[in-house]
Every structure is written in C-alpha cells, then in structure tokens.
C-alpha cells in the first residue's frame, strides 16, 4: 500500500468516510474560539456542536486540521517527533458513535489499513477509565502488558481552561519491540511514538473549574500525519519524511551541504528551518502577518529563527544575488508546492507568503547587521581593557547581542575568536538560564492553551490583524 504523505492523509479520511463520516476541510489557523491564540487541534472547529450550542449537521465528520503548537517551539528539531506546525487528522462523533466503537475503528485503521504488526501497538488508558481499559484488552484482544493506566497530564484532554474534555486514550508505536515487555516506558521517545489519541469528550468543564457532564458523548480524535509518515516510511523522524525533507533537501543546497552526511548541529537548524518555513507559510496564508504583538509575533520569532539559522549555515540569498539577500522565499517556494491537498488557497495567496517573507527577513539581516556593530565596538573596548589580562566579552554583553540583536552566540564566539577575544560563556549560560526560567514559568501558564497574560495579549492584538482574505488578495503584489 501507499505509504507517501498524500496517501496516508487520503486513506485515513476514505477509511472514516466509507464509515459514514462526512470530510470537511480544515478550519483556518487563526481560531474562532476566544480562549486559544492558534488552532490547535482538529476539535476547535466543532467545540460549538460539543457544547451543544449549535445544532449538528452530520452525526459524524473527518477532517485533518492545521495545527500549530507554540508549546512545542523548544521541541523543533530536539525530538523526532514534535513540530510547531503539523496536520491533525482526526475522526469526530457529535453524540453518535462512542467509545467502544472509537477504540474498534481506531485499532482497525492502525493494524488493517495501515498494517502496523499488532504486537508492535501499546495503548495508554486514563488511569480511572476501567471501561477503555476493558474495552481494549477484552474485544480488541491486546495484551493487558500492553495498557498502560496514565494520569490525567497525558490522559486526560481539554482544548482550554474551559470547554469541553474528557479522559483519552492513546495509540503508540513500538519501535523496539526486542526491547521486551518488562520496565518498558511509554513516554520513553527513544523506543515509542504516541501517534493517535482518541479524547472521550463527556464533560465540560465551567469557568469554576467543575465538571458537568455534556447532553451528548461524543469523540474527537487526532492522528498526526507527519508521525505515521514516519512509521510506515521507516525514517529516523518525522523530518525526513515526504512531507517535510524536500523543504530541508532545498535549504541544505542553498548551504553546499548534504543533509544525510551532515553533522547533528547542521542537520538539527536544517530541521528548524523545515518545521519553521511550514508553519509561517500557513500562518501568512491565514493572514498572519509579523507583528510585535500575539499572532503576528509568533510568526516573527519564527522567522527569525529562520533566518539565524541560514546565517549559521552559511546560506547567502538565494545564491543568484536576487531578492535582495534574501532566501526564505526560495525555502517557502518547496512548501506552497506541496499544500494542495492540505489547503488549497496556499497556492493562491503564494505571492503575498513571499513578499512577507522576503520583507521581514531582510528587516532582521538589518538588525543582525547593527548587532554587527554593536559586536564590533564590545571587540574594541575588550581589546583596549584586556591590555594586562586576556581579553574576553561579559555574559551580559553576549547575551544583549544575542537578546536584543538576535545575535547567535555562536557567530559571536567565531568573530571574538578571530579577534583573540575570549567569551564567557559560562555567564553567558547563567543569563540564559534566567531567561529561559522566566519563558518556563510563561509555558507553564500557557501550556496548549491560552488563559491569564495571554488572553490580555490576545486582546490587545488590534482588529487589523484580522484582514480576510479578500483583502489580503487584493493587497498582493507580485514580488
Ligand atoms: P506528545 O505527547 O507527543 O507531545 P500530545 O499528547 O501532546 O503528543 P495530542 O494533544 O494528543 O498530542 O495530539 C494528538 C496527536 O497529534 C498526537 O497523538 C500526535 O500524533 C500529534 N501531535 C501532537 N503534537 C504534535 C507536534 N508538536 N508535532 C507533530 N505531531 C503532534
Ligand atoms: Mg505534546
Ligand atoms: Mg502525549
Ligand atoms: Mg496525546
């Protein structure tokens, strides 16, 4: 069978389509629903019929969704497994089918559709749901060595800090079955993948934290594509699949280097760049622009890091002098390409995705550029200091250029080297711890969804951000 990205996406919705699911498209990646910044999974659409405030028109719909995670910006490039941008196939029930049927077609979509050999498939329950638990080890037959009871921070699934939710059950791919059943770990990423959670939406919890039970059961589902495209390509990581390398494959040219021969660090900013270049080009497509302030900030840190990943690659433009310097737009291009069954407006809006692209970047080589300056300057004062001991640049002092100027530390050490200036990296690091503390405590209240600080940001973000796509048309201008 068709293991290609494409392939996966249509099987998956023919598989619930022939089960009397209606496919819908993917909703846009700037939500309706107030309480998340971004779409964040294939429910959102349908959080309105869940609630029971608006009437369904199809007991049962199939979809793969857009999705964005911010939570997971860290992840890029570290895991195998997570992206900032991913698509979310997902199979929903609005009070028809429930559990038991759930669990049955989600075991006869992994191991008869996608043929995943049965002993390598592991299953995590919530740890109160004895119903799953029974469920799946008496009518689908899998071991019970094979169930794991988890608690409620993998187990149990809401969109937001209200709204609908309920426990989950998750689908993992074992990919080292000789390992052995015994002390085997499920959040051990080195031998599983969690590729399949299907949430029991039962409850809706109200703006005092108590959870009332909704009129209907229903199932909201999610598969990510990129993760069954790894296990049926039989790729280290979701990178390497069809649906992201040819992006990589493009970068690493623009770099004269060859991926599959590349060191860690190279291949991980050639994953950062596939995963990023993704994401900004459904997010501008969905009239996103960069901004300093909510969405449109997202899109530019993730530009930018971009962009500090090309420097540290040695990418120079598009490496025929055009676009001014630029070479995002040359990257993006490979992912327009492929968006036709994902979205098809991507293609349509392709111009416009360039010229944001090309715009902010060459704004930012601006600001690396004064950071330059500003680098320059520190080279000249330590040199001058330094007269009697060895010359080196503070903590502070690299951390500004880094902060501020988004000047990698790694690029600052190279150009103090070349100077016999030293840096302490050790401050350095202690700076960035403190940092990194302060955007901890941040995810820590965000996590997946959007409540506190957030919300106010979210709030202040103006209505212009909002620009519908006719308006967007028809501001494009050809690059
Ligand atoms: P993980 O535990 O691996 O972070 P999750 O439990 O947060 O995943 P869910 O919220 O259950 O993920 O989302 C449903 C499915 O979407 C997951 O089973 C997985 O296949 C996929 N998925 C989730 N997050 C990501 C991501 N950052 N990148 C790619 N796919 C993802
Ligand atoms: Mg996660
Ligand atoms: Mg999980
Ligand atoms: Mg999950």
């Known amino acids: 069978p068709e293991v290609r990205g494409d392939a996966i996406r249509r099987r998956f919705l ?38 029971g405030q608006v009437p369904r028109k199809y007991p049962c719909a199939t979809t793969t969704q857009k999705v964005v995670r911010t939570n997971d910006i860290e992840n890029v490039g570290r895991t195998a497994r997570h992206h900032t941008f991913f698509e979310m196939l997902g199979n929903f ?13 989600a075991w006869e979509l992994a191991t008869s559709e996608f043929k995943l050999p049965v002993e390598r498939v592991w299953v995590s329950v919530f740890e109160e749901d004895d119903e799953a638990l029974a469920i799946w080890r008496d009518e689908i037959g899998v071991p019970v060595e094979r169930i794991k009871r988890m608690g409620a921070e993998d ?19 074992d990919f080292h079955p000789e390992q052995g059943i015994a002390n085997s770990d499920l959040s051990d990423d080195s031998r599983f993948i969690e590729f399949y959670n299907l949430v029991f939406m039962q409850y809706n919890r109200t703006d005092d934290g108590h959870l009332e039970p909704l009129k209907n059961k229903n199932i909201d589902t999610g598969l990510g594509l990129e993760r069954m495209a790894q296990i049926l390509q039989q790729v280290p990581n979701n990178y390497e699949t069809d649906l992201i390398f040819p992006i990589i494959a493009r970068a690493a040219e623009l ?22 270049i993704r994401a900004v080009v459904y997010l501008i497509s969905d009239g ?20 500090r990943m090309g420097r540290l690659l040695g990418i120079h433009g598009d490496g025929k002098g055009d676009l001014g310097g630029a070479f995002l737009p040359v990257v993006a291009e490979v992912a327009v390409a492929m968006s036709g069954d994902v979205d098809p407006d991507v293609a349509t809006r392709a111009s416009k995705i360039y010229e944001e692209l090309q715009r902010e970047e060459l704004r930012f080589v601006q600001t690396l550029e004064k950071g330059e300056k500003l680098l320059e300057e520190l080279l000249n004062a ?33 150009v103090a080297a070349e100077r016999g200036v030293g840096v302490d990296l050790t401050a350095f690091e202690a700076e960035m711890d403190i940092q990194r503390k302060q955007s901890q405590a941040a995810h820590n209240v965000i996590k997946l969804t959007v409540g506190g600080a957030a919300a106010d940001a979210l709030a202040t973000v103006p209505e212009t951000q909002f620009v519908g796509y006719d308006e967007l048309l028809t501001s494009s201008s050809v690059l």
């Open 14 to 51: 023919e598989f619930y389509a022939t089960r009397g699911h209606k496919i819908l498209p993917s909703s846009s990646l700037v939500p309706e629903d107030p309480t998340v910044l971004l779409t964040i999974a294939g429910m959102l659409q349908f959080k309105p019929i869940f609630l």
């Open 382 to 414: 330590a040199l001058e200091n330094g007269a009697s001991s060895k010359p080196y640049l503070s903590g502070k002092d690299i951390f500004k250029l880094y902060d501020t100027f988004g000047f990698p530390v790694e690029i600052t050490e190279e």
């Open 255 to 276: 770099a004269c280097v060859n991926y599959m021969t590349a060191d860690e660090s190279t291949k991980t900013f050639l994953k950062v760049i596939g995963d990023h």
């Open 93 to 105: 029930s609005f009070g028809d089918y429930f559990k038991r049927q759930a669990i049955a077609w």
């Open 288 to 307: 996103v622009n960069p901004s300093n302030i909510g969405r449109g900030y997202i899109v530019r840190r993730l530009i930018r890091r971009v962009v």
């Open 155 to 173: 187990n149990f699934w809401s969109s937001g800090p209200t709204g609908p939710c309920g426990p989950c059950s998750e689908l993992y791919y």
